[in-house]
């Protein structure tokens, strides 16, 4: 019967890593035109490449504070998920901005 619910338990996991990905991902875009609406073209991608490093050290702080809060706990590894469900965008943004502002300046 264990291995059931070794089975209910990834299956579980899998659909939170799925749920939180999507979330961050829509959160990421939401983020992201809302500052392309703000901001001119011109300017935009240094704006951008430095709201994105800002975003990200705003990430791990707010990790370090759940994980000195809650110490070592599942609810830990969830925030680790939802963190890191934000953090990928992001820094995928910040590499793709980094190499249009380096093309662009050549």
């Known amino acids: 019967m264990e291995s059931g619910s070794e089975l209910v338990a990834y299956w579980l996991l899998t659909i939170s890593a799925a749920l939180a990905f999507s979330i961050g ?35 791990v ?11 070592s706990s599942p609810l830990e590894a969830l925030m680790l998920l939802a963190v890191a469900a934000i953090g990928v965008p992001l820094l995928v943004d910040i590499v793709v901005t980094s190499y249009k502002l380096l093309r662009g300046r050549k």
Do not use: N, Q
């Open 25 to 59: 991902y829509y959160a990421y875009t939401c983020i992201k035109r809302k500052f392309d609406e703000e901001y001119s073209g011109a300017s935009l991608l240094p704006k951008r490449l430095i709201h994105g490093v800002v975003y990200v050290i705003f990430l």
């Open 61 to 71: 702080l707010l990790h370090e504070a759940v994980k000195l809060k809650l110490g």
